[in-house]
């Protein structure tokens, strides 16, 4: 039996990863951790029994203690409760679901570990893929991508070699706002950002997703986990998200992975790499779908892009201010402080100012991003 544990389980891709568990029957999963939502952490607790817990606040884990003490699941808190469940013995893979770069360290010491990592959190190898990668290299761990587009160039690349690639071809759905220009997104409001036309996520990646922020984060995402330069990975906009990514190769010829917008499958096949197994849920149907559309991203109005594709290029801790900024800036606009636009503002601000570390330490990048949070902020 496959043991796991998961850092974010109360999350989308979390909460998913558990439905997948339930399905299959034959993974134990060791650990758990979330974020505040200790409700739906106890009811994972009491169904998987898993050996370790964690939440962010110790104020929440005393309440979650008390809870579930007639369990015999141990409850820890902070980074060194991250950590705890990163790094569990018997473990043979983590999941890593948690969003944002406090998903690093616990990365990081989950490979020192030796775990196998299912990797949906995007923010560690976009801020720190040039410590992630050599490292995992270094102990023999594989970094088995959960992220649909990711996993659709994975399962794309299976029986090709590496260095016939000519070019990645990613594809975006375009978002909510997809065909309108700047003029019409002035007053948009966080719900409407949040109705992403065929993907249920969290809000973060979902306002991501409107403003091609989450595309611009794949891209440098790809440039890590397939070896290539940003400039070979080519945004597609594929509008019914049928496509989930494909792969050009040196002949000419192109792979790709299709599929209804199910995270499951992606989730399903990294927990199982390299066995396929039966997923219950839609299937593509071809003559229903009838035709398949694509466009070129309107990087003008949706300019995020093209300031993920620079800070991609340039390298260094540039992509860690573009993300971090981005981080702040949503949180920021959910909570209705800044305007829809300001999001791309920030990031640029932030970038514009920024003196560029060529080889960031993982210290470096926490204190980047420290240092983007004092800019955002003094704005205020």
Same mark, same amino acid.
């Given at each position: 039996?496959?043991? #796991?544990?998961?850092?974010?389980?109360?999350?989308? #891709?979390?909460?998913?990863?558990?439905?997948?568990?339930?399905? /299959?029957?034959?993974?134990?999963?060791?650990?758990?951790?979330? %974020?505040? /939502?200790?409700?739906l952490l106890e009811k994972q607790i009491r169904e998987f029994h898993p050996e370790k817990a964690a939440v962010w606040s110790e104020e929440r884990a005393k309440e979650l203690r008390?809870?579930?003490?007639?369990? *015999?699941?141990?409850?820890?808190?902070?980074?060194?409760?991250? #950590?705890?469940?990163?790094?569990?013995?018997? $473990?043979?893979?983590?999941?890593?679901?948690?969003?944002?770069? #406090?998903?690093?360290?616990?990365? &990081?010491e989950a490979i020192k570990a030796g775990k196998d990592i299912a990797l949906a959190n995007k923010e560690t190898l976009v801020t720190a893929g040039h410590l992630i990668m050599p490292l995992a290299e270094r102990r023999g761990v594989s970094i088995l991508p959960v992220d649909s587009e990711h996993s659709a160039i994975f399962q794309s690349l299976q029986g090709n070699e590496a260095n016939q690639v000519k070019k990645i071809l990613?594809?975006?759905?375009?978002?909510?706002?997809?065909?309108?220009? =700047?003029?019409?997104?002035?007053?948009?409001?966080? =719900?409407? $950002?949040?109705?992403?036309?065929?993907?249920?996520?969290?809000?973060?990646?979902?306002?991501?997703?409107?403003? &091609?922020v989450n595309k611009g984060l794949e891209v440098i995402e790809a440039k890590w986990l397939f070896g290539l330069g940003v400039e070979d990975v080519q945004?597609?906009? =594929?509008?019914?998200?049928?496509?989930?990514?494909?792969?050009e190769y040196a002949d000419g010829a192109v792979m790709a992975?299709?599929?209804? !917008? *199910?995270?499951?499958?992606?989730? =399903?096949?990294?927990?199982?790499? !390299?066995?396929?197994?039966?997923? !219950?849920?839609?299937?593509?149907?071809?003559?229903?779908?009838? +035709?398949?559309?694509?466009?070129?991203?309107?990087?003008?109005?949706?300019?995020?892009? +093209?300031?993920?594709?620079?800070?991609?290029?340039? %390298?260094?801790?540039?992509?860690?201010?573009? /993300?971090?900024? /981005?981080?702040?800036?949503?949180?920021?606009?959910?909570? %209705?402080?800044? +305007?829809?636009?300001?999001i791309v503002e920030i990031i640029e601000d932030c970038m514009s100012v920024h003196k560029n570390i060529e080889i960031p330490s993982l210290e470096q990048i926490l204190e980047t991003e420290a240092a983007v949070y004092e800019r955002i902020n003094s704005r205020r």
């Open positions: 039996m496959k043991k #796991i544990s998961i850092l974010g389980s109360t999350g989308s #891709i979390g909460t998913q990863t558990l439905e997948v568990v339930r399905e /299959n029957g034959d993974i134990s999963v060791l650990g758990l951790a979330a %974020g505040s /939502n200790i409700d008390l809870r579930i003490a007639d369990t *015999d699941t141990k409850v820890y808190s902070g980074m060194e409760g991250l #950590i705890e469940i990163a790094v569990m013995e018997g $473990a043979q893979m983590v999941v890593t679901a948690i969003v944002g770069m #406090i998903g690093i360290r616990p990365t &990081m990613l594809t975006a759905s375009g978002g909510p706002f997809r065909g309108k220009k =700047q003029e019409e997104l002035l007053e948009i409001r966080a =719900q409407d $950002a949040l109705k992403h036309p065929n993907w249920t996520m969290g809000a973060k990646i979902t306002i991501d997703s409107s403003t &091609m945004v597609v906009v =594929q509008p019914q998200s049928v496509i989930h990514s494909m792969v992975q299709l599929g209804t !917008p *199910d995270m499951k499958l992606p989730i =399903q096949y990294a927990l199982y790499y !390299p066995e396929r197994r039966y997923l !219950p849920g839609e299937r593509l149907d071809f003559w229903k779908i009838g +035709k398949l559309d694509f466009e070129k991203p309107d990087m003008d109005t949706f300019y995020a892009l +093209k300031l993920a594709y620079e800070a991609g290029e340039k %390298g260094g801790s540039l992509p860690t201010v573009f /993300n971090a900024a /981005n981080e702040l800036a949503v949180s920021m606009f959910l909570k %209705g402080d800044i +305007k829809y636009l300001e």
